[in-house]
């Protein structure tokens, strides 16, 4: 029974009863569908999921892995089991961390219980949570393999699994590693562990970071989104009070109201200021280099989070976004401030330990103590009640209409030629859906080549797309002619989709005058536009998969060195006879 007893189980079950109280309806058989959360049934291995169709890798390879579960269960199943995850793995690492149980508690609390976590839920990023509850323990492995105690091999495992969650998981566990091996070390144990790590991250990223540089569209960043993209203030604290606490996403739609409470929110940031203090204070904590380099991770994040509001940082997010291969990375800068929530979920988890210590010197009783620990860590869901539920039945769990399988089945299954979604927006409000946002499912329902308009609205301005196909349907769109048709097949579309529930530019009835009719439902309207004047649209080359292959290479070398690490321990052991 000593083993779930422990500090890592009871942050993981402090994980799971959070993350079943937060997702809430989310948790239901059916499809959560919100924004950029989208999962269909069954995601199948097209060249987008693969990250070789020449748009902009955004989803790769953390598509590739739910298309590889849905291979044995069922997509709603799969996406339930990594939501769920998030908190689990967040909550464990966050407890396998801190020193004791009740430390575990509040530690665990806060890292599942944030506005960082919060806001990237509402928008659907589920990639960036991975990627952030993987965090935790790239701390604990670095921390291992840096006093020698662990090896490298297990930090190779984790690195790999960071990266699988996607180019930001994979960045983020860069720099957290980076700072974990390396602030304050001189021992060449500490440097070959950082080389082996970087070696992991940077073959199971090629999955993403090769296809883009050979895409057109890595040259096609919209100097807007810069603007459009920093982080915003959604406290009364301004914006550097608001990503202090873990807020600030651009998305306003993604923020939750009490957070504009002065009270609550000036709660939240003297509760994040006072657990920093009396946590780094402690020199004995500083001497950790799993606590000094989650410190100094923590603070690089923040910096990165707020950069484009300082002076001269929007200059030079502008500059890394538009000049720099790979820059659009940082263009959404508030993402970084994962790496700050996981130094203030530990310095919260420090602080009850050292305010625990400070009562039993004082022969206070461990009820007491455990109270004060709990009572430290609610102060999360106090002051962010909203997440409770599914953001108060914001996400729930809903079926695919059977006119979309109908429909995918066989345009799945039709001839030759991309296929244009209209109308020619990125985000759908669907009644099935409750009328929730949700970006175009389209291009998972179909393996084949799926254009829809990647250009993202937002209310004052729109940013531009990067897919150079769908921009070439833009222009087919607009064709000054007039012959869209034409036009459209020019650009590789011989089939048309028509959402015709949704609002947005589409086509009528007279620009589809020389184009068949396949399929009418109720909501959906399939066109075939015919080969007349079809250009070929070419396929991805053996060299476009080398990306995939050296991802592949990145995974076999972290199991080799994790196998190879534990065989040398084993035999390190003394044998008794």
Same mark, same amino acid.
């Given at each position: 029974?000593?083993?779930?007893?422990?500090?890592?189980?009871?942050?993981?079950?402090?994980?799971?009863?959070?993350?079943?109280?937060?997702?809430?309806?989310?948790?239901?058989?059916?499809?959560?569908?919100?924004?950029?959360?989208?999962?269909?049934?069954?995601?199948?291995?097209?060249?987008?999921?693969?990250?070789?169709?020449?748009?902009?890798?955004?989803?790769?390879?953390?598509?590739?892995?739910?298309?590889?579960?849905?291979?044995?269960? #069922?997509?709603?199943?799969?996406?339930?089991?990594?939501?769920?995850?998030?908190?689990?793995?967040?909550?464990?690492?966050?407890?396998?961390?801190? #020193?004791?149980?009740?430390?575990?508690?509040?530690?665990?609390?806060?890292?599942?219980?944030?506005?960082?976590?919060?806001?990237?839920?509402?928008?659907?990023?589920?990639?960036?949570?991975?990627?952030?509850?993987?965090?935790?323990?790239?701390?604990?492995?670095?921390?291992?393999?840096?006093?020698?105690?662990?090896?490298?091999?297990?930090?190779?495992?984790?690195?790999?699994?960071?990266?699988?969650?996607?180019?930001?998981?994979?960045?983020?566990?860069?720099?957290?590693?980076?700072?974990?091996?390396?602030?304050?070390?001189?021992?060449?144990?500490?440097?070959?562990?950082?080389?082996?790590?970087?070696?992991?991250?940077?073959?199971?990223?090629?999955?993403?970071?090769?296809?883009?540089?050979?895409?057109?569209?890595?040259?096609?960043?919209?100097?807007?989104?810069?603007?459009?993209?920093?982080?915003?203030?959604?406290?009364?604290?301004?914006?550097?009070?608001?990503?202090?606490?873990?807020?600030?996403?651009?998305?306003?739609?993604?923020?939750?109201?009490?957070?504009?409470?002065?009270?609550?929110?000036?709660?939240?940031?003297?509760?994040?200021?006072?657990?920093?203090?009396?946590?780094?204070?402690?020199?004995?904590?500083?001497?950790?280099?799993?606590?000094?380099?989650?410190?100094?991770?923590?603070?690089?994040?923040?910096?990165?989070?707020?950069?484009?509001?300082?002076?001269?940082?929007?200059?030079?997010?502008?500059?890394?976004?538009?000049?720099?291969?790979?820059?659009?990375?940082?263009?959404?800068?508030?993402?970084?401030?994962?790496?700050?929530?996981?130094?203030?979920?530990?310095?919260?988890?420090?602080?009850?330990?050292?305010?625990?210590?400070?009562?039993?010197?004082?022969?206070?009783?461990?009820?007491?103590?455990?109270?004060?620990?709990?009572?430290?860590?609610?102060?999360?869901?106090?002051?962010?009640?909203?997440?409770?539920?599914?953001?108060?039945?914001?996400?729930?769990?809903?079926?695919?209409?059977?006119?979309?399988?109908?429909?995918?089945?066989?345009?799945?299954?039709?001839? #030759?030629?991309?296929?244009?979604?209209?109308?020619?927006?990125?985000?759908?409000?669907?009644?099935?859906?409750?009328?929730?946002?949700?970006?175009?499912?389209?291009?998972?329902?179909?393996?084949?080549?799926?254009?829809?308009?990647?250009?993202?609205?937002?209310?004052?301005?729109?940013?531009?797309?990067?897919?150079?196909?769908?921009?070439?349907?833009?222009?087919?769109?607009?064709?000054?002619?007039?012959?869209?048709?034409?036009?459209?097949?020019?650009?590789?579309?011989?089939?048309?989709?028509?959402?015709?529930?949704?609002?947005?530019?589409?086509?009528?009835?007279?620009?589809?005058?020389?184009?068949?009719?396949?399929?009418?439902?109720?909501?959906?309207?399939?066109?075939?536009?015919?080969?007349?004047?079809?250009?070929?649209?070419?396929?991805?080359?053996?060299?476009?998969?080398?990306?995939?292959?050296?991802?592949?290479?990145?995974?076999?070398?972290?199991?080799?060195?994790?196998?190879?690490?534990?065989?040398?321990?084993?035999?390190?052991? #003394?044998?008794?006879?």
């Amino acid at each position: 029974m000593r083993r779930f007893t422990t500090s890592t189980a009871v942050g993981g079950l402090v994980g799971l009863v959070a993350g079943i109280v937060i997702l809430g309806p989310a948790l239901l058989p059916g499809l959560t569908l919100n924004y950029d959360l989208v999962f269909v049934p069954d995601l199948g291995f097209g060249e987008r999921t693969l990250g070789i169709d020449g748009a902009v890798p955004r989803a790769v390879p953390n598509d590739l892995v739910v298309a590889a579960l849905s291979t044995v269960l #069922p997509g709603w199943l799969v996406q339930k089991i990594l939501l769920l995850m998030v908190f689990v793995a967040a909550g464990a690492g966050a407890g396998a961390l801190l #020193p004791g149980r009740r430390a575990a508690v509040a530690g665990a609390l806060v890292a599942c219980w944030n506005p960082w976590v919060a806001e990237r839920l509402a928008i659907g990023h589920w990639g960036y949570l991975l990627g952030y509850a993987a965090l935790f323990w790239v701390i604990r492995t670095a921390g291992r393999a840096r006093r020698g105690e662990g090896g490298a091999g297990a930090l190779g495992i984790v690195m790999a699994l960071a990266g699988l969650s996607g180019s930001t998981g994979a960045v983020l566990a860069v720099v957290t590693a980076t700072a974990v091996l390396l602030a304050g070390s001189r021992w060449p144990r500490a440097w070959r562990a950082w080389g082996w790590a970087m070696v992991v991250s940077v073959l199971v990223a090629a999955s993403w970071w090769f296809p883009y540089l050979r895409s057109e569209a890595s040259s096609a960043a919209d100097s807007a989104g810069v603007d459009a993209f920093a982080a915003r203030a959604d406290t009364p604290w301004g914006m550097i009070g608001s990503v202090l606490t873990g807020g600030g996403i651009w998305n306003q739609a993604s923020w939750f109201a009490e957070r504009q409470n002065l009270v609550l929110s000036g709660v939240a940031l003297l509760g994040v200021l006072v657990a920093c203090v009396a946590a780094w204070s402690d020199a004995r904590v500083r001497s950790r280099p799993e606590y000094l380099g989650a410190a100094v991770a923590g603070v690089l994040g923040l910096v990165a989070a707020i950069l484009a509001g300082l002076p001269g940082g929007r200059e030079l997010v502008s500059f890394l976004v538009l000049q720099v291969p790979g820059g659009g990375l940082v263009r959404d800068g508030q993402k970084f401030a994962a790496l700050w929530m996981v130094a203030v979920s530990l310095a919260v988890g420090l602080s009850v330990a050292r305010l625990g210590a400070a009562a039993a010197r004082r022969h206070v009783g461990r009820a007491l103590t455990g109270a004060i620990a709990v009572a430290c860590g609610l102060v999360a869901v106090v002051t962010l009640p909203g997440i409770a539920l599914g953001a108060n039945g914001r996400w729930g769990s809903v079926d695919l209409p059977v006119d979309f399988t109908f429909v995918a089945e066989r345009l799945e299954d039709a001839e #030759p030629g991309a296929v244009a979604v209209l109308p020619w927006t990125q985000y759908r409000r669907y009644d099935w859906n409750d009328d929730r946002v949700v970006l175009d499912p389209w291009q998972r329902l179909l393996s084949r080549d799926v254009r829809v308009n990647d250009a993202l609205p937002l209310k004052d301005t729109w940013v531009a797309g990067e897919d150079p196909r769908a921009a070439e349907v833009t222009r087919a769109l607009g064709a000054p002619d007039g012959d869209v048709l034409a036009a459209l097949r020019a650009a590789g579309v011989r089939h048309v989709l028509l959402q015709t529930d949704q609002p947005g530019p589409t086509l009528n009835q007279l620009q589809l005058a020389g184009a068949d009719l396949r399929v009418r439902t109720e909501n959906l309207e399939w066109w075939d536009l015919g080969d007349e004047g079809l250009a070929e649209v070419p396929g991805a080359t053996a060299a476009d998969h080398a990306g995939l292959v050296l991802g592949g290479m990145g995974l076999v070398l972290a199991v080799a060195g994790a196998v190879v690490g534990l065989v040398r321990r084993r035999r390190a052991q #003394p044998t008794h006879r």
